[in-house]
C-alpha cells in the first residue's frame, strides 16, 4: 500500500519547507552575481522586466490619460514623427452634373498621444501602460497555479512511480495531445467568462482621480492558463524527483524511519527546485502569450489586454499600422525579457551549461 496521507501540501509546515528549498543558497548567488556580470543579455533583460513591472504597478501615475476615455475628435491620431494621409470624397455640381472631389488631408500627430491614439479616440500609450498589468497578473498567477499544481504532480509521480506514476502521466499525456490555445479555448467556453474588479489603490487614495476606480482581473483566463500549463511543471519534477529518489541519502533518510512528507520536502523538492524555477520563467512568458491569443479572439474578459488592442487595430493595419503594432511591440518586449532572464537563470543555476557569459 502507499501512504499518500504524509503529503498534505497546506499545512504552515509544508509551506515553511518549501519556503526554505526557494532560498536560495550563498553558492547559488554567488553564481547568480557572477552570470549576471559577464552576461549583456541577462542585464538587458532584467532592465526590460523591471521597467514593465514598474509601467504595470504604477499605470496610473504613468498613464498621460484615462484609458477607457474616447475623443472621436482625435481618432487614429499617428505617433509623434509620423502623419496620417486621408482621402475625403465629396460631389460638386459643375455645369448641371455632379462630379465626385477626391480631398487628400494629411493628420498630424501630438504631444499630447505620444504614441497615437485608436480608432476611437484612445490614448494607445495609456491603454499600453494598463494592458501591462493584465498580462503580468495572468502570466505570475498563472504559473504560480501551473507550478503548484503541476509539481505536486510529478514529485507524486516520480518519488511513488508504479501505479501512481501511471495515472498521472497518461492523465499529463492526454493534455499534451491538444494545442494549448484550442485547449485553452474549450475551457473558457466550458467554465465561460469570468472577471474580478479590483479597486485601484492610486485612485482610492486620490492621488489620480481621473483613472479607472477599479482594473479588471480575467480570472476565467487565469484559471485556464494554469490548467493548460501544469503538465510542463509536472514532468520536470517527475524527471528529478525519479533520480533523487534513488540517491543515497534518500534512503538513509527511509533507513531512519523519516517520513515521505518529510523526504519529499527535505530532500527530493530542494534538489528538484532548480529547473523547476527556469520552467517558470519560460512559462510566464509562455503564458503571457496565450493571454494575449485569447484576448485577440475575445476571450479575455477584459478590453485592457495587448492582445484585445491587437485584434481591435488588425482591421486598421493599411492606415493606422500603430492600433495594433503599439501592443504588439510591448509583448515582444515583454517575452523578450523574460526569456533573457530565464536564460541567465539556467546558466547560473545548472553549471553544466555554457551561456554567453558561462565557462567550461
Known amino acids: 500500500m502507499v501512504d499518500l496521507d504524509p503529503l498534505p501540501f497546506v499545512s504552515y509546515e509544508t509551506l515553511t519547507r518549501v519556503r526554505e528549498a526557494l532560498t536560495p543558497s550563498p553558492r547559488t548567488v554567488r553564481n547568480l552575481r ?39 475628435d482625435e481618432n487614429q491620431l499617428p505617433p509623434l514623427g509620423f502623419d496620417r494621409k486621408t482621402t475625403n470624397t465629396t460631389t460638386e455640381i459643375v455645369n448641371g452634373s455632379i462630379s465626385i472631389v477626391n480631398q487628400t488631408t494629411w493628420v498630424n500627430s501630438t504631444v499630447e498621444h505620444p504614441l497615437g491614439t485608436d480608432s476611437l479616440g484612445r490614448d494607445m500609450l495609456s491603454r499600453t501602460i494598463y494592458g501591462a498589468r493584465t498580462s503580468l497578473i495572468v502570466g505570475v498567477v498563472g504559473t504560480s497555479i501551473a507550478a503548484l499544481f503541476g509539481v505536486t504532480v510529478g514529485l507524486l509521480a516520480g518519488y511513488y512511480s508504479g501505479r501512481i506514476d501511471d495515472v498521472l502521466m497518461r492523465s499529463a499525456d492526454v493534455m499534451l495531445a491538444f494545442p494549448s490555445l484550442v485547449l485553452a479555448v474549450a475551457l473558457v467556453g466550458l467554465i465561460g467568462t469570468a472577471s474580478l474588479r479590483v479597486p485601484d489603490p492610486f485612485v482610492l487614495v486620490g492621488l489620480t482621480p481621473n483613472m479607472p476606480e477599479t482594473f479588471t482581473l480575467p480570472g476565467t483566463v487565469i484559471i485556464v492558463v494554469g490548467l493548460v500549463n501544469w503538465v510542463w511543471f509536472a514532468r520536470v519534477a517527475r524527471s528529478e524527483a525519479l533520480s533523487v529518489r534513488s540517491e543515497e541519502y534518500i534512503k538513509a533518510a527511509r533507513s531512519v524511519g523519516a517520513s515521505d512528507r518529510h523526504i519529499v520536502l527535505r530532500h527530493v523538492l530542494p534538489n528538484s527546485i532548480t529547473p523547476i524555477i527556469v520552467l517558470a520563467t519560460i512559462q510566464v512568458a509562455a503564458i503571457i502569450l496565450l493571454e494575449s491569443a485569447l484576448a485577440f479572439l475575445g476571450f479575455s474578459g477584459t478590453t485592457l489586454s495587448w492582445g484585445f488592442d491587437i485584434a481591435q487595430g488588425r482591421q486598421y493595419l493599411s492606415t493606422s499600422w500603430w492600433i495594433a503594432t503599439v501592443p504588439g511591440l510591448a509583448i515582444v518586449v515583454t517575452v523578450v525579457g523574460i526569456n533573457l532572464v530565464g536564460d541567465w537563470l539556467r546558466d547560473a543555476l545548472d553549471p553544466g551549461i555554457e551561456g554567453e557569459g558561462g565557462g567550461p
Open 34 to 72: 557572477k552570470e549576471l556580470r559577464q552576461s549583456g543579455l541577462a542585464k538587458l533583460g532584467i532592465v526590460l522586466i523591471v521597467g514593465v513591472v514598474l509601467m504595470a504597478a504604477l499605470a496610473p501615475v504613468l498613464a498621460p490619460h484615462n484609458p477607457t476615455n474616447q475623443n472621436l
